[in-house]
């Protein structure tokens, strides 16, 4: 193991070391294998004080903080999890890029005491990267449980580094392991530890020779240029033919591949290593987790085992956590109330510009934050799947099935988050695809997850169930419900044949660790993280696309000629009220313009508030609160008193007078704006499908935050009425069957949720040209789709539910006859 033996021998004392300067602030790598408790490590350093990142040109997230300790400033970066730097998967890249480009003081390898024997490979490759380094011996308590006996001394004295034995869950070695940081910034060890490589030491010795000076040690990236890692020839300019000839040489002597074996020759030092510092006390006995996976893995348990956990988060995030929702709605609703307090007034159908566009963003906004509840339980719970263990058992179930559509083990819970399931997000879901190692199935998973059925397309469905479906609603909701993910895995397997053939692939390499209690601090604090930035680098996008929807759709305005006869019958309304209110003795109460405005706005207030009154000390509080701010207006708006009760009639017609008139005006504006005149535009398209300009009008409005597309179909077709009462009003028009129905039903299916999702297909395919894909090809898809089926259905006469049945029998169809096509190997599996 050391230059001086060879390979499997155990080096002598620990060498002296000479001290350095104590630097101002340390610079801290946290490295360590996935599952070995690395995060929790972390977060005990850190706490709440940590910066969410993600690293240049990758969407893998970096974690990092800054602290104070014994007056030492330290950085912390936590890299992401990785068992080698053998560049298979995007998290080792990332780490060996960054121990490679930035300055690094203090490398801390986290390892898990309970597999030590397995985490000492990524050790010994940390090692010979010849930076200051600390080990923390993670999960001492399941080591001990296991009956593993680690003699730490030992190991600190075979490494040559300091040994720190910690239990990260119980909050157990932080003091020791900062001070360890602090003694491995300011030491020098002599003379670092390092593999013997045996016959290859000379290659070794030779290519270093190559290696222009670097702050990494020349003798590790000699052996990564040995290896053949392209980064590191890239880096070092030496030339792939000299690795070649020197690998063909070696070929022709020992019949050897260089880097099989020197991954043989580490794990050879870990097992010398492991049996040198560590014992089994006991015979190896059944555990917990190996009880436990006797169900979880057993082949027909497995799948009845899984789809209860899924329906445990459905149930938990989606159905409890939609009903928290009643809750703070009510608390959003007090919030824009407040903010529209400081807007303008409108003066009976005069509605001022800042207030519309105040409404307007505040409705946008409320919209996305309604849904925080859901997202909260959504990553909390994915928190606790991925503490717990069950994640990697969830992807080993279901890579059999999904690897035939090109996607991944791992794709699971991001169909289910996205709405596998009605009532799912595709931005928590596509956000929960950066754990997917494989690049090509991580891509199909963020282009497929838009598929699944959003939470906000739910209004729209059933507000078109309830007008065309009520006698079998529930039979059209179990198709909507189910054909998402047969589709899903359809679009996965077309862009795996195609557009991501060449990408990137991986093999599923998993491990399944042992189970063990999620900490609720670690639980809480990756739930918070994820959910700020969602409200971060979503909502504040998707606020910058409400403005330009604004913009479209309210200019360039109502015609003059129509807004001047509207006019006119609003002031035909102001003049019968003015009469039947002159007949009282309270007429000089709204004898001005401005009085009956100002009567107006409070009456609407106060209607809208008494609505959310819950009881009658409620109730009392409301009205003492009115009759303080203006108590002869009160008085009308009770109608108490003959001559208030004749002006609260006439107020109460005024006042639909000026909602309908309001109505009319919106629908005018709409009717003749940018956004209305693109979706007169695009009618010689989708009139095959059977939309008309208002339909179109409906879903780009829509785009924005999919809620919305109730209220634009209700806007147009209600000609006054309440938006309750939409689907009654889409019904009641002629132009309309269920077949239409049907159309709109497949396209919304098909169709991407929101702009907020692909706004985060952005970021975590870190490419417009993907964004663009994900956008505009599920367009297309739905108007194709939409316009063959509506035009079969016509063509046939088909009724509505039967267009249905066939568009989902032809659905399965499809996904079964791809699933008897076996798809293309990757690279790395030909040959095997």
């Not at 985490?119 to 090692?127: E, P, S």
Request: with cysteine.
């Amino acid at each position: 193991m050391s230059s001086s033996e060879s390979s499997g021998k155990i080096p002598g004392d620990i060498p002296s070391m000479a001290p350095k300067m104590i630097p101002r602030m340390i610079h801290v790598a946290v490295a360590g294998q996935p599952n070995c408790g690395k995060s929790t490590i972390f977060n005990m350093l850190c706490g709440m004080n940590q910066h969410v990142a993600n690293y240049p040109g990758v969407t893998v997230d970096k974690y990092s903080t800054k602290m104070r300790h014994k007056g030492v400033e330290y950085t912390l970066v936590d890299l992401p999890g990785t068992y080698s730097f053998s560049m298979f998967s995007l998290e080792e890249r990332v780490a060996k890029e960054y121990l490679l480009d930035k300055e690094v003081d203090v490398i801390v390898n986290v390892v898990d005491a309970s597999n030590l024997r397995r985490n000492l490979y990524l050790t010994f490759q940390l090692l010979e990267l010849g930076k200051p380094m600390v080990i923390i011996l993670n999960m001492m308590d399941v080591a001990q449980r296991r009956d593993i006996d680690i003699d730490v001394g030992e190991l600190a004295r075979i490494l040559n580094i300091k040994v720190v034995p910690a239990v990260g869950v119980q909050q157990q070695g932080k003091e020791e392991i900062l001070d360890a940081i602090a003694a491995a910034a300011t030491e020098q060890i002599s003379t670092p530890f390092r593999v013997n490589y045996a016959e290859f030491e000379p290659y070794i010795e030779e290519i270093e020779q190559l290696v222009p000076q670097h702050e990494t040690s020349r003798r590790w990236l000699a052996i990564k240029a040995l290896e053949g890692d392209e980064l590191v020839l890239q880096r070092t300019g030496i030339a792939p033919e000299k690795i070649s000839s020197i690998n063909d040489e070696l070929h022709a002597r020992f019949d050897l591949d260089v880097d099989q074996c020197f991954a043989s020759i580490r794990y050879q030092n870990a097992d010398v290593a492991f049996h040198r510092c560590a014992k089994q006390t006991k015979a190896k006995r059944s555990t917990i987790t190996d009880s436990i996976d006797r169900w979880v893995l057993n082949r027909w348990a497995s799948f009845p085992v899984l789809a209860g956990v899924i329906f445990l988060i459905y149930q938990l995030a989606i159905v409890w956590g939609y009903k928290i929702t009643d809750y703070t709605w009510p608390l959003l609703a007090w919030v824009r109330r407040i903010i529209m307090g400081f807007m303008p007034d409108a003066n009976f159908i005069d509605v001022p510009l800042v207030s519309e566009f105040a409404l307007w963003m505040v409705n946008s906004t409320m919209a996305l934050l309604n849904y925080l509840p859901i997202f909260f339980i959504l990553f909390a719970l994915v928190a606790v799947l991925e503490g717990v263990g069950y994640m990697p058992r969830m992807a080993f179930i279901l890579d059999r099935v999904f690897k035939r559509f090109g996607l991944h083990g791992q794709s699971t819970l991001p169909l289910v988050l996205g709405g596998a399931f009605v009532g799912g997000c595709a931005v928590p879901g596509v956000m929960a695809t950066k754990g997917i190692a494989d690049e090509r199935a991580r891509l199909a998973t963020i282009m497929t997850v838009p598929y699944m059925n959003c939470l906000a397309k739910v209004p729209f469905y059933t507000l078109l169930l309830g007008a065309f479906f009520a006698t079998s609603m529930s039979e059209m909701m179990f198709y909507i419900s189910t054909v998402t993910l047969f589709i899903a895995l359809i679009i996965a397997r077309l862009l795996t044949a195609t557009f991501l053939a060449q990408h990137e692939t991986a093999p599923f390499i998993m491990e399944l660790p042992p189970y063990h209690l999620p900490t609720f601090k670690g639980v809480m604090l990756r739930a918070l993280q994820r959910v700020w930035l969602y409200v971060k680098k979503v909502v504040t996008i998707v606020l910058a696309v409400a403005v330009v929807l604004f913009v479209m759709l309210q200019y360039p305005g109502v015609p003059e000629s129509s807004m001047q006869q509207i006019r006119a019958e609003a002031d035909a309304a102001l003049q019968t009220f003015d009469a039947q209110a002159a007949r009282t003795d309270l007429h000089h109460l709204v004898a001005e313009p401005t009085q009956v405005y100002a009567l107006l706005n409070m009456y609407d207030t106060y209607r809208s508030r008494r609505m959310q009154t819950r009881s009658a000390e409620q109730l009392e509080a409301l009205n003492a609160e009115f009759q303080a701010l203006n108590p002869e207006l009160f008085i009308l708006v009770q109608g108490e008193g003959s001559a208030a009760r004749t002006i609260n009639r006439a107020l109460r017609n005024l006042e639909r007078s000026g909602k309908q008139l309001r109505m009319q005006i919106k629908q005018e504006k709409v009717s003749t704006s940018y956004l209305g005149m693109f979706g007169r535009a695009l009618e010689p398209l989708t009139k095959f499908s059977g939309f008309d300009w208002r339909v179109n009008v409906a879903f780009l409005s829509s785009f924005a935050a999919r809620e919305s597309a109730v209220a634009t179909l209700g806007s147009i077709y209600e000609q006054g009425k309440t938006d309750e009462r939409a689907e009654q009003s889409i019904a009641a028009d002629g132009s309309y069957t269920p077949i239409h129905a049907v159309a709109m039903l497949i396209f919304m299916i098909l169709s991407p949720p929101c702009i907020a999702t692909m706004v985060v297909v952005k970021l975590q395919s870190n490419s417009y040209r993907w964004m663009l894909f994900a956008t505009f090809f599920p367009i297309t898809l739905g108007i194709v789709a939409s316009s063959l089926f509506y035009t079969l259905a016509t063509t046939f006469g088909w009724s509505g539910i039967e267009m249905m049945r066939i568009f989902y029998v032809s659905v399965i169809a499809l996904t079964l006859l791809l699933a008897l096509i076996k798809p293309r190997r990757a690279n790395w599996e030909v040959g095997q």
